[in-house]
């Protein structure tokens, strides 16, 4: 019987009509680009491990200069081969803090009064005028801490107490550059709360600031801490505020009144001129920058640690 | 039943108690979103009033000296402007003057500007903002009255700093000369760059991200790594920029490899670098808003196009790179923006401290609109705060407009679903 003899396959003739899965070269050569352009980030964090690394272990290998000086030594004067990285640490520390100091009260009330009070009219008024805020270049602001908060620090405080160049004026600008990432994260926080929450609390004869405060921001609050350290990690980072208005020279300084140089501000300072390779100032600026790039890449994985680990999972 | 009544006596006991710190707190929390709003105006009045305002001039020579024959200086023809150059200029300065551009190809208005760029020579003496010109007029007559005692010849004129001459002038090392023209230039050239670069290779990472990648490690490692270099400080992206283009890749940036070197040039610190550099700053911006642009087309497209025989590419190219497209846009804009007023990186990657001449290729040493307005800022003199407020408002308005048309984007093409 021929029946019998026929080749059960034949019986889904995959072959003639090509329903198998075929190689498109085409398809392929496009996929491989696009990966090439997803990978290529991966090239930029390679390349600022890799040169940061290599100069910032070429400054090391100097003989002028030692791992443990460069961490505890007070002074940062390359003329007398002092390398010490605290006075330029200090005066980031204390421009970050008086920034925090501004940005995080007031970037929390702003967050909270958009979600928890503003009408809708308003807040469609306000959340574009803080983009702004957010979306100006940081040397306008630096502009901004010379000739306009400066002058009032001054003839608030006096001439002979506050200097032309301070950390206060520069950390106070840089504090109203950051309300506004604060607030826009944090209110996200707040807005991702569910509203049961607040109604239950509403039912149980809560004011709208006990709602607010008691309930609405503990359920939100690793959504804000995670803003709050994006925006110190900010704070360390930013660079054109402090070169323009606090000062250049290392100076080691607790008084917000004197000016101190930044480790942002002087890798600006020192890259100015035309530097020359392999000078101790050109290697030095790779160090410093290490040292940047390390403490602000822990704190944004820290705050992204804080977002997965600390998030409340509401139904 | 037995109710007790303590609790509810205590409950409205305290309940005027908690309003009123509710209301105090609702004060609170509205006076802190008013602050940050004064704070914005402060801001754009502070540049405001620099920007306009009396400014004392002293002239070099007294224009009125220069009249010929009772016809004042502003009123002479271009040939009596031209002769009065010959006159007063060395041999070799008006001869240069006139290899650049004959002197009867040029229009009367040029040859004035020259005549009182090269010989008046007009120098800010002192100069008062917006506000102090209004309410301290008096003040500053006298101020000037007594600059007449040792200057002879004191101009008072109340200016605006920024004019389309300040706009169409090269950069000059003399306040009143200067203008933003090389700057605007270069910004443009840097952020064209940056854009031809990044946005190919951004959105490309997009689509691989959310179109291609599988849930493995090596997906997972490119997408974290995505959102660290976000937050990575620009000036870091400038440090890696003068070790990777200004040096390392020289021959490229410096245009050597291509023969068209200029000598001036040779270091490798050029707009190209610059925009290399702006472009892996802005690169992970891109990609995190073209990933959300994609995202948010709607799987049953995807499904659609699958169904009916196109490959996944096709899928992809026809349906729903369209759809994302506005929001990809968008968020480019907004990237580009960011990159426009950067300033931190490009010092670092090297921009000149004074170029006169306009950039003519990627090879060209450059500077821009937010490093000009740093080197003005730093300036100790208040003429060059002016400029620097001039040049911020020409750097405003350029953002400005840039983020209208990212606003207008989307809304005419934003598609709901």
Same mark, same amino acid.
């Given at each position: 019987?021929?029946?019998?003899?026929? *080749?059960?396959?034949?019986?889904?003739?995959?072959?003639?009509?090509?329903?198998?899965?075929?190689?498109?070269?085409?398809?392929?050569?496009?996929?491989?680009?696009?990966?090439?352009?997803?990978?290529?980030?991966?090239?930029?964090?390679?390349?600022?491990?890799?040169?940061?690394?290599?100069?910032?272990?070429?400054?090391?290998?100097?003989?002028?200069?030692?791992?443990?000086?460069?961490?505890?030594?007070?002074?940062?004067?390359?003329?007398?081969?002092?390398?010490?990285?605290?006075?330029?640490?200090?005066?980031? @520390?204390?421009?970050?803090?008086?920034?925090?100091? /501004?940005?995080?009260?007031?970037?929390?009330?702003?967050?909270? !009064?958009?979600?928890? !009070?503003?009408?809708?009219?308003?807040?469609?008024?306000?959340?574009?005028?803080?983009?702004?805020?957010?979306?100006?270049?940081?040397?306008? !602001?630096?502009?901004?801490? @010379?000739?306009?908060?400066?002058?009032?620090?001054?003839?608030?405080?006096?001439?002979?107490?506050?200097?032309?160049?301070?950390?206060?004026?520069?950390? &106070?600008?840089?504090?109203?550059?950051?309300?506004? &990432?604060?607030?826009?994260?944090?209110?996200?926080?707040?807005?991702?709360?569910?509203?049961? &929450?607040?109604?239950?609390? !509403?039912?149980?004869?809560?004011?709208? @600031?006990?709602?607010?405060?008691?309930?609405?921001?503990?359920?939100?609050?690793?959504?804000?801490?995670?803003?709050?350290?994006?925006?110190?990690?900010?704070?360390?980072?930013?660079?054109?505020?402090?070169?323009?208005?606090?000062?250049?020279?290392?100076?080691?300084?607790?008084?917000?009144?004197?000016?101190?140089?930044?480790?942002?501000?002087?890798?600006?300072?020192?890259?100015?001129? *035309?530097?020359?390779?392999?000078?101790? *100032?050109?290697?030095?600026?790779?160090?410093?920058?290490?040292?940047?790039?390390?403490?602000?890449?822990?704190?944004?994985?820290?705050?992204?640690?804080?977002?997965?680990?600390?998030?409340? /999972?509401?139904? | 039943?037995?109710?007790?009544?303590?609790?509810?006596?205590?409950?409205?006991?305290?309940?005027?108690?908690?309003?009123?710190?509710?209301?105090?707190?609702?004060?609170?929390?509205?006076?802190?979103?008013?602050?940050?709003?004064?704070?914005?105006?402060?801001?754009?009045?502070?540049?405001? %009033?620099?920007?306009?305002?009396?400014?004392?001039?002293?002239?070099?020579?007294?224009?009125?000296?220069?009249?010929? %024959?009772?016809?004042?200086?502003?009123?002479?023809?271009?040939?009596?402007?031209?002769?009065?150059?010959?006159?007063?200029?060395?041999?070799?300065?008006?001869? =240069?003057?006139?290899?650049? =551009? $004959?002197?009867?190809?040029?229009? =009367?208005?040029?040859?004035?500007?020259?005549?009182?760029?090269?010989?008046?020579?007009?120098?800010?003496?002192?100069?008062?903002?917006?506000?102090?010109?209004?309410?301290?007029?008096?003040?500053?007559?006298?101020?000037?009255?007594?600059?007449?005692?040792?200057?002879?010849?004191?101009?008072?004129?109340?200016?605006?700093?920024?004019?389309?001459?300040?706009?169409?002038?090269?950069?000059?090392?003399?306040?009143?000369?200067?203008?933003?023209?090389?700057?605007?230039?270069?910004?443009?050239?840097?952020?064209?760059?940056?854009?031809? #670069?990044?946005?190919?290779?951004?959105?490309?990472?997009?689509?691989?991200?959310?179109?291609?990648?599988?849930?493995?490690?090596?997906?997972?490692?490119?997408?974290?790594?995505?959102?660290?270099?976000?937050?990575?400080?620009?000036?870091?992206?400038?440090?890696?920029?003068?070790?990777?283009? #200004?040096?390392?890749?020289? =021959?490229?940036?410096?245009?050597?490899?291509?023969?068209?070197? %200029?000598?001036?040039?040779?270091?490798?610190?050029?707009?190209?670098?610059?925009?290399?550099?702006?472009?892996?700053?802005?690169?992970?911006?891109?990609?995190?808003?073209?990933?959300?642009?994609?995202?948010?087309?709607?799987?049953?497209?995807?499904?659609?196009?699958?169904?009916?025989?196109?490959?996944?590419?096709?899928?992809?190219?026809?349906?729903?790179?369209?759809?994302?497209? $506005?929001?990809?846009?968008?968020?480019?804009?907004?990237?580009?923006?960011?990159?426009?007023?950067?300033?931190?990186?490009?010092?670092?990657?090297?921009?000149?401290?004074?170029?006169?001449?306009?950039?003519?290729?990627?090879?060209?040493?450059?500077?821009?609109?937010?490093?000009?307005?740093?080197?003005?800022?730093?300036?100790?003199?208040?003429?060059?705060?002016?400029?620097?407020?001039?040049?911020?408002?020409?750097?405003?308005?350029?953002?400005?407009?840039?983020?209208?048309?990212?606003?207008?984007?989307?809304?005419?093409?934003?598609?709901?679903?």
């Amino acid at each position: 019987m021929t029946i019998q003899k026929m *080749d059960p396959q034949s019986a889904y003739p995959t072959k003639a009509i090509g329903l198998h899965k075929r190689r498109r070269w085409g398809e392929s050569a496009i996929q491989s680009l696009l990966f090439f352009a997803g990978f290529f980030s991966i090239f930029t964090t390679v390349g600022i491990v890799y040169e940061l690394g290599k100069e910032a272990w070429l400054f090391f290998r100097l003989p002028e200069v030692n791992l443990w000086k460069f961490l505890t030594g007070t002074q940062w004067q390359p003329h007398i081969n002092e390398f010490g990285i605290l006075p330029l640490l200090n005066a980031t @520390l204390v421009t970050t803090a008086i920034a925090m100091a /501004v940005a995080i009260p007031l970037g929390l009330a702003v967050a909270v !009064y958009l979600s928890e !009070y503003a009408s809708l009219k308003a807040r469609n008024t306000l959340k574009p005028i803080l983009e702004v805020l957010a979306g100006i270049p940081t040397i306008v !602001y630096g502009y901004f801490a @010379l000739t306009f908060v400066t002058p009032i620090l001054r003839s608030i405080f006096g001439r002979d107490v506050v200097d032309i160049y301070n950390t206060a004026s520069a950390g &106070l600008v840089m504090g109203v550059l950051i309300l506004p &990432l604060i607030a826009s994260i944090s209110e996200d926080a707040l807005n991702a709360v569910p509203r049961s &929450l607040r109604e239950a609390a !509403y039912g149980l004869g809560a004011t709208k @600031l006990e709602v607010a405060v008691k309930v609405v921001l503990p359920a939100a609050l690793s959504g804000i801490a995670a803003a709050i350290i994006l925006g110190i990690s900010r704070a360390i980072g930013e660079t054109m505020i402090v070169a323009v208005a606090a000062g250049a020279g290392p100076n080691f300084t607790f008084n917000p009144f004197k000016g101190a140089e930044t480790m942002t501000g002087h890798i600006v300072r020192i890259s100015g001129g *035309d530097l020359s390779y392999d000078s101790i *100032d050109y290697n030095s600026i790779f160090a410093i920058g290490l040292m940047l790039f390390v403490l602000t890449l822990s704190l944004n994985i820290i705050s992204q640690r804080i977002v997965r680990r600390f998030r409340e /999972v509401y139904e | 039943m037995n109710r007790p009544a303590a609790p509810e006596f205590e409950f409205s006991g305290n309940l005027a108690a908690r309003n009123r710190s509710g209301r105090i707190w609702h004060l609170v929390f509205q006076i802190s979103t008013i602050i940050g709003i004064l704070v914005l105006a402060a801001l754009l009045v502070n540049i405001l %009033d620099s920007t306009f305002g009396y400014v004392a001039y002293e002239a070099g020579i007294d224009p009125e000296s220069l009249a010929v %024959d009772g016809i004042s200086l502003e009123d002479q023809s271009r040939d009596q402007l031209a002769a009065l150059l010959q006159e007063r200029l060395s041999f070799g300065a008006y001869n =240069k003057l006139n290899d650049e =551009k $004959p002197f009867s190809e040029r229009s =009367k208005a040029d040859v004035y500007s020259l005549v009182i760029q090269r010989i008046v020579k007009y120098d800010v003496l002192e100069s008062w903002a917006l506000w102090e010109s209004l309410t301290r007029r008096g003040e500053i007559l006298a101020e000037v009255e007594a600059l007449r005692a040792e200057h002879p010849v004191v101009d008072l004129v109340f200016v605006s700093w920024l004019t389309p001459d300040f706009m169409a002038r090269p950069q000059s090392s003399e306040a009143v000369n200067t203008g933003v023209r090389t700057a605007i230039l270069g910004s443009l050239w840097t952020i064209l760059i940056t854009i031809l #670069v990044a946005f190919p290779l951004g959105v490309g990472a997009a689509i691989y991200l959310e179109e291609y990648a599988r849930d493995n490690w090596l997906n997972r490692l490119i997408q974290t790594n995505i959102n660290n270099l976000a937050g990575v400080p620009s000036i870091i992206y400038g440090i890696l920029g003068l070790a990777l283009f #200004v040096r390392a890749m020289s =021959k490229l940036t410096s245009g050597e490899l291509f023969g068209l070197a %200029d000598p001036t040039t040779a270091t490798g610190r050029t707009l190209l670098s610059a925009g290399l550099t702006l472009a892996l700053l802005v690169l992970p911006v891109i990609i995190i808003n073209a990933q959300e642009a994609i995202r948010a087309v709607p799987q049953s497209l995807r499904k659609a196009g699958y169904g009916l025989g196109a490959t996944q590419w096709q899928t992809i190219r026809d349906h729903v790179l369209p759809n994302a497209l $506005p929001g990809i846009l968008t968020g480019t804009i907004l990237a580009v923006s960011r990159a426009i007023g950067e300033t931190a990186p490009l010092v670092v990657v090297g921009a000149s401290t004074a170029i006169s001449f306009d950039p003519a290729s990627p090879f060209s040493r450059f500077t821009t609109l937010p490093i000009q307005i740093y080197q003005w800022t730093a300036r100790p003199q208040a003429e060059w705060r002016h400029l620097a407020a001039a040049a911020i408002l020409v750097l405003l308005v350029l953002l400005l407009s840039l983020n209208a048309s990212a606003i207008l984007l989307r809304n005419r093409f934003a598609r709901k679903y």
